[in-house]
């Protein structure tokens, strides 16, 4: 059973193209993140969601939207594609709204790469 | 504020130990540690929480300085399975988020 599963594992696209990343957790845990990690492998937040609700929203272009239909579920949709939008993208799940003393599950990340 | 870790690579023989450090300028809630292997996601290893504690993960354990703002990861005997990059990760106090250090690639050789 996968904790945490993303969909797709590898995108390519051109630019200036629409695209959706999902993920769903099924951990029963309270809060889901969407964190890019770049070709340096550096790490960044980029979103939070509580019970649905956005609690973390880093400084993003408003190209990348993301959604919470449910607990569980947490996607991430990237308008206008630009070059620089190509990265790895990992959604992450903990119990607790993230200051508390739990580890993060993170997916397995979507490659995306924009040519 | 992203925090510190050094070094930023370290090359090893079998069974040797290392150290890799984080630092921190704000004052921090919690440290976490994870281990990320080439195309893989990260993996939790162990968070620690203010009150200088110090945890164990099999041969894998780390220490929290709240007052320097410091944590270490200390890995003994290392093994072939120990390679990958290692990353702190701290949560500040007011904020909640998990920011991420920029990593130590470790290399373990036979």
């Known amino acids: 059973d996968t904790a945490v599963s993303q969909t797709p594992k590898y995108l390519v696209t051109q630019m200036g193209n629409d695209k959706s990343i999902k993920c769903e957790q099924n951990?029963?845990?309270?809060?889901m993140y969407w964190y890019k990690q770049d070709s340096k492998k550096f790490l960044k937040i980029m979103f939070s969601?509580?019970?649905?609700?956005?609690?973390i929203n880093e400084t993003v272009p408003n190209r990348f939207s993301p959604k919470s239909p449910d607990k569980a579920h947490l996607n991430l949709h990237i308008n206008s594609l630009e070059l620089g939008d190509s990265a790895v993208y990992f959604c992450?799940?903990?119990?607790?709204?993230?200051?508390?003393?739990?580890?993060?599950?993170f997916g397995s990340g979507t490659r995306l790469t924009v040519v | 504020q992203q925090p510190v870790q050094s070094p930023q690579a370290v090359i090893l023989r079998e069974g040797e130990d290392a150290v890799i450090n984080c630092s921190s300028s704000?004052?921090?809630?919690?440290v976490h540690w994870y281990r990320q292997k080439h195309g893989e996601a990260p993996v939790f290893l162990m968070i620690?929480?203010?009150?200088?504690e110090q945890k164990g993960h099999e041969k894998i354990s780390a220490s929290f300085n709240e007052k320097k703002q410091q944590s270490s990861l200390y890995l003994t005997a290392s093994q072939l399975s120990y390679s990958g990059t290692y990353f702190c990760?701290?949560?500040?106090?007011?904020?909640?988020?998990?920011?991420f250090g920029q990593g130590t690639t470790l290399q373990v050789k036979p």
């Open positions: 990760g701290t949560v500040g106090s007011n904020t909640g988020k998990l920011i």
């Open positions: 951990l029963g845990h309270d809060t």
């Open positions: 620690l929480l203010k009150g200088g």
């Open positions: 704000k004052a921090l809630y919690s």
């Open positions: 969601y509580n019970n649905k609700e956005l609690i």
């Open positions: 992450a799940s903990s119990r607790g709204s993230g200051r508390e003393h739990y580890g993060y599950t």
